[in-house]
């Protein structure tokens, strides 16, 4: 298996702009999380699904910030509209199962808001 | 003061010490997960308990529920474990995971 696969590696928008990122968790996983990571904050959790329904969006800043889950086999997370304080490393993850199960992490992408 | 704290912050060591990464956790939590950020930024997950020990080749992890206090031990370290140690903890009340701020692991050769 190829992994969890995030894309893109590296986003560099201006402030204002609509930032989509990507995720293709591992086939057969059932539970997709959204992180982020700064070096202020460390790393913080800001949604999960389990099969592929959005099951604690808590985490979430604001509500420029929004995460999707269409298939099992997909998921955005998007920021409209971008800021500069957005600018994070975003890694997303997936396991088999929240509480038992390890957690397999993407390498992320690097977003730079200008 | 932070719900999961980590010491020391920062370990330097040479190549084939013994290493011990503590993470104390001030509520009460369902599990406990350490992970390892290499210099390149990926993460990997490298245990996930919530009792006694748990051994991956030359890494060792112990939690005591009752002192709210782990322990990741790396045998014989090598350079290559270099990275930053992560410790999470799932708050049983919340149920959300909670992370601590690192400690970044140097071995020298």
């Known amino acids: 298996d190829a992994g969890v696969i995030q894309s893109p590696r590296h986003e560099v928008t201006e402030m204002g702009q609509e930032v989509t990122l990507r995720c293709k968790p591992i086939?057969?996983?059932?539970?997709l999380f959204w992180y982020r990571q700064t070096m202020m904050r460390g790393l913080e959790l800001l949604i999960y699904?389990?099969?592929?329904?959005?099951?604690?969006d808590s985490g979430m800043p604001e509500d420029r910030f929004s995460a999707k889950m269409p298939n099992a086999s997909f998921s955005t997370l998007k920021i409209q509209p971008s800021e500069p304080r957005d600018s994070a490393v975003y890694f997303c993850?997936?396991?088999?199962?929240?509480?038992?199960?390890?957690?397999?992490f993407g390498p992320g992408t690097r977003l730079t808001v200008t | 003061k932070n719900e999961v704290e980590q010491s020391p912050q920062n370990l330097t060591a040479q190549e084939g010490e013994f290493i011990t990464i503590n993470c104390s956790y001030s509520?009460?939590?369902?599990?406990l997960h350490w992970l390892q950020q290499h210099p390149g930024g990926g993460i990997v997950s490298l245990f996930m308990?919530?009792?006694g020990k748990k051994k991956h080749g030359r890494l060792i992890a112990t939690i005591n529920i009752q002192e709210k206090h782990s322990s990741l031990h790396i045998t014989a370290s090598h350079p290559r474990d270099s990275a930053v140690y992560i410790c999470?903890?799932?708050?049983?009340?919340?149920?959300?995971?909670?992370f601590g701020t690192g400690t970044r692991l140097q071995v020298f050769p």
């Open positions: 993850a997936s396991s088999l199962a929240r509480t038992e199960g390890k957690q397999y």
């Open positions: 999470a903890v799932r708050s049983e009340d919340t149920d959300k995971l909670i």
């Open positions: 699904f389990n099969n592929n329904v959005p099951i604690d």
């Open positions: 308990l919530s009792s």
């Open positions: 509520v009460g939590i369902s599990a």
């Open positions: 086939s057969g996983h059932d539970y």
